[in-house]
Nanobody, 127 residues
Framework: QVQLVESGGGLVQPGDSLRLSCAASEVTLGNYVMGWFRQAPGKEREFVASISRNGVNTYYTDSVRGRFAISRDNAKNTGYLQMNTLQPEDTAFYYC????????????????????WGQGTQVTVSS
């Protein structure tokens, strides 16, 4: 069973940066595709980014492309989401997700394609 623990959220001002981390335990993270999702109050959970098992393929939702960067360090069993130029509309609870049994280059973009989820971390962007 995959256990995912997010960290790095917080309160920042518009234009600031944050880096979220997703630590995996009980598994070898290199066997899992990883993704990040977010959910703002009153809204549905939405896809943010995903990264293939080998880190070669990445995919982003349009609203964060060019500002956010997803990465992973399989040796540390940890995934990351670097968020730059944060805006108030980025305020949400951010979740890490993972799925095993996939090919090296697979990069899913919908929540139902991920089987394991962390508890989330809050990101608030406000002046």
């Amino acid at each position: 069973q995959v256990q995912l623990v997010e960290s790095g959220g917080g309160l920042v001002q518009p234009g600031d940066s944050l880096r979220l981390s997703c630590a995996a335990s009980e598994v070898t993270l290199g066997n899992y595709v990883m993704g990040w999702f977010r959910q703002a109050p009153g809204k549905e959970r939405e896809f943010v980014a995903s990264i293939s098992r080998n880190g070669v393929n990445t995919y982003y939702t349009d609203s964060v492309r060019g500002r956010f960067a997803i990465s992973r360090d399989n040796a540390k069993n940890t995934g990351y989401l670097q968020m730059n130029t944060l805006q108030p509309e980025d305020t949400a609870f951010y979740y890490c997700a993972a799925r095993g049994g996939v090919t090296l280059y697979y990069t899913p973009q919908t929540s139902h394609e991920f089987y394991f989820w962390g508890q989330g971390t809050q990101v608030t962007v406000s002046s």
